[in-house]
């Protein structure tokens, strides 16, 4: 039942919102927000388990919780004159269940319901389900959109099909966010942001942890640079990186689900192939972090002629194959770009275009364009030392046709310094020649995240060069790498004098 009925019943057994969104996370929030802002437009949120969805509670949040302490415990070892111990886990713990809202193995979300309600938006407890054009089901409910469907059901962890490895219930990204006991020692399948993430703040909590990775580097979907330098400070703090292993058998007699976060049973084995042949690892718990799937199964796909799996959109977040322009999907359901933020953007274009068409104004501009999905995503994974990256990498951009050139150095200003004595990173460039724009940074450092908005304005804006010579970094900030960048760069073109 919804905690706030506003929507009118066409008859008895039906009720009318004029939006309608299936997923309350970031994305659908935001969807909903932006759709009847300003209005007498109704709309309800259909959310099976918490509002607030995967990043308040799973995901971003608890993650950003358990790293933090490492970072700051690095910086201050960074510095003489300062003594620094830790982390403390339990008080670790303790603040990541404050930002989590977790009381007694549960998540509140009534903070993010109260949220809701007061943008007018009606929470609706339950599984939604397409059942045929602007129909949704809610048990044996029957909701219907005078103006939109979103969809904003999202991914959920993909567990390899590996021989053994279901049966020994190993953890997902759900249960290492949300540990309540450190294991000793743990094995990741998996060589992406979540991977190196968990595998950063398993290992400052006192895990030993070891990593398998398919492929020859971290980090595949960023400069190569980056992943090295995690590589080489994950190496550097006791982690185990295995290059082109992969799981081939798990066997765990003892599993046995004690519930989220808490070891699921005895000693896990783990046969693994690698360059070398065959290692068995024996570990307390086993983390996947192999990638993500839609949750698009049982949501009625098949009711409007689609098919299970991402659902593909135009620009304005409008699913493809479906007639009538009343079918949306934002978030990670679309397989743009797997990122909350992004899903937040995606929600908010969503958003603006119901409410453009729902009171008959014409989509121009770019607020009705969700174009940053393909040439500005930022993106931060808060390992240590952080990476940071917006726009294309290099490879990328030669593949997408662009003449570039790169420029790349580390990097070492009074502001690194200054900052702590043992700062090392660095910074990169890909300049689109035709234009003489930035088409993509990448940064890695301590705390380099901070330092990715200028990027993503510059990649965003089509910012020239020469402009950027004006934007002049402040002294002694870390931000002045972009100096020396753009220094570097001129350095390196032939003089047109």
């Known amino acids: 039942m919804p905690d706030n009925d506003r929507g009118t019943g066409a008859d008895s057994g039906t009720t009318e919102y004029d939006v309608i969104v299936l997923g309350g996370g970031p994305a659908g929030e935001n969807a909903a927000d932006y759709a009847i802002a300003g209005s007498d437009r ?14 308040s509670y799973w995901a971003c949040i608890p993650s950003k919780a358990l790293l933090r302490p490492g970072h700051v415990l690095g910086a201050a070892l960074g510095l003489p004159g300062i003594e620094a111990a830790g982390p403390d886990t339990v008080e670790v713990l303790r603040r990541r269940d404050e930002f989590v809202h977790a009381h007694n193995g549960d998540h509140d979300d ?45 991914t959920h962890a993909a567990v390899p099909d ?9 953890w997902t990204s759900r249960d290492a966010t949300n540990l309540h006991e450190v294991p000793k020692r743990v094995v990741v399948i998996g060589g992406g942001v979540v991977a190196c993430e968990a595998a950063t703040w398993l290992s400052a909590l006192g895990s030993e942890v070891t990593v398998l990775v398919r492929g020859g580097r971290l980090l ?84 409007v002629g689609l098919s299970a799996g991402y659902v593909q959109v135009d620009d304005q977040l409008t699913v493809s194959g479906v007639a009538g322009e009343w079918l949306y999907a934002v978030g990670d359901i679309n397989h743009r770009a797997a990122l909350t933020h992004m899903g937040k953007y995606q929600g ?31 993106q931060v994974v808060f390992t240590d030392p952080e990476v940071a990256a917006v726009g294309l990498t290099a490879d990328a951009a030669r593949k997408a046709g662009y003449d570039i050139r790169t420029v790349e150095l580390d990097i070492a200003v009074a502001g690194s310094a200054l900052a702590r004595d043992d700062y090392t990173g660095r ?49 002694p900030a870390i931000s002045e790498f972009w100096l020396r960048l753009l220094e570097t760069d001129r350095s390196s073109l032939p003089s047109t004098g």
């Open 348 to 378: 908010r274009v969503c958003g603006d275009v119901i409410s453009a068409r729902a009171e008959g104004r014409a989509l121009s501009g770019p607020r009705y364009r969700a174009d940053a999905d393909h040439r500005a995503v930022p």
């Open 427 to 475: 910074a990169a460039l890909v300049i689109d020649n035709a234009t003489d724009t930035v088409v993509g940074a990448t940064f890695v450092g301590p705390d380099v995240g901070e330092q990715l908005h200028a990027a993503t304005i510059a990649v965003a804006g089509r910012v020239p060069l020469d402009a950027l010579w004006h934007a002049v970094p402040a002294f």
């Open 220 to 303: 595949a979907g960023v400069e190569p640079f980056a992943g090295e330098y995690v590589a080489s400070a994950l190496t550097a703090q006791g982690v185990q990186i295995l290059f082109g292993t992969q799981p081939r058998r798990v066997a765990r007699p003892a599993a046995s689900d004690h519930g989220e976060g808490r070891i699921h049973g005895g000693p896990v084995t783990v046969r693994a192939q690698g360059p070398d042949g065959e290692t068995t690892l024996v570990a307390d718990e086993i983390v996947v972090a192999a990638g993500r799937v839609p949750s698009t199964g049982g949501i009625g796909l098949e009711t």
């Open 162 to 170: 590996v021989p053994g490895l279901r049966d020994a219930l190993p």
């Open 110 to 154: 009534s903070s993010q319901v109260e949220w809701a309600t007061q943008q007018g938006i009606d929470v609706i407890r339950g599984t939604g389900r397409l059942d045929g054009e602007r129909q949704v089901r809610v048990a044996d409910r029957t909701l219907r959109a005078r103006s939109a469907v979103v969809l904003a059901t999202g």
């Open 42 to 55: 109704t709309a309800a949120i259909v959310e099976p388990a918490k509002v607030g969805g995967e990043c």
